[in-house]
T-cell receptor, first 114, second 109 residues
Framework: NAGVTQTPKFQVLKTGQSMTLQCAQD?????MSWYRQDPGMGLRLIHY???????DQGEVPNGYNVSRSTTEDFPLRLLSAAPSQTSVYFC?????????????FGPGTRLTVL | LAKTTQPISMDSYEGQEVNITCSHN???????ITWYQQFPSQGPRFIIQ???TKVTNEVASLFIPADRKSSTLSLPRVSLSDTAVYYC??????????FGQGTELSVKP
């Protein structure tokens, strides 16, 4: 199993540009999330999905869109990038059943908005 | 949204036992208490999880009192490689998994 993969690893955007951060998991987990982490800070939840076709907002959803057309993929779209969106973005997949509740995180995407 | 509360930072020396306590007052009856470890430039990774009493694995122990409003992560005989940020996750809020600020553990030689 590859686990959770994210692409790209690094990205530089100009203000106003749009882009999509890709996230995929091969563990057949229904629940997936996107977090952002600013320097020296904890993780903040952007959006999450409890299954294909179902998404919901987290703590800081403004400026981001998500969709979940398949169980495996959960892309995050930046509509019009702003310098305040400079951050490291982590995607997570959640194994949630009676005996365990564990999130598996991807390696992250470092985004810089100029 | 209610979050967990942990000390912002802790210092320790190699070979010591480190205990990090987390407060999660709003934990729901059926929620697990989970601890994650994060190294710089990496995503968090699962360390240990429990529901009540004590859980031990090859990495750490987790102590949970009967009221489940707090938990303590115990790292035996820490080494330099245990320097990381440790997060506890104690409660879902409407299905959302919200992280707190975490505890930055610095292990010195």
């Amino acid at each position: 199993n590859a686990g959770v993969t994210q692409t790209p690893k690094f990205q530089v955007l100009k203000t106003g540009q749009s882009m999509t951060l890709q996230c995929a998991q091969d563990m057949n987990h229904e629940y997936m999330s996107w977090y952002r982490q600013d320097p020296g800070m904890g993780l903040r939840l952007i959006h999450y999905s409890v299954g294909a076709g179902i998404t919901d907002q987290g703590e800081v959803p403004n400026g981001y869109n998500v969709s979940r057309s398949t169980t495996e993929d959960f892309p995050l779209r930046l509509l019009s990038a702003a310098p305040s969106q400079t951050s490291v973005y982590f995607c997570a997949s959640r194994e949630w059943k009676e005996s365990t509740d564990t999130q598996y995180f991807g390696p992250g995407t470092r985004l810089t908005v100029l | 949204l209610a979050k967990t509360t942990q000390p912002i930072s802790m210092d320790s020396y190699e070979g010591q036992e480190v205990n990090i306590t987390c407060s999660h007052n709003n934990i729901a009856t059926n929620d697990y208490i989970t601890w994650y470890q994060q190294f710089p430039s990496q995503g968090p990774r699962f360390i240990i999880q429990g529901y009540k009493t004590k859980v031990t694995n090859e990495v750490a122990s987790l102590f949970i009192p009967a009221d489940r409003k707090s938990s303590t992560l115990s790292l035996p005989r820490v080494s330099l490689s245990d320097t990381a940020v440790y997060y506890c996750l104690g409660s879902q809020i409407g299905g959302k998994l919200i992280f707190g600020q975490g505890t930055e553990l610095s292990v010195k030689p």
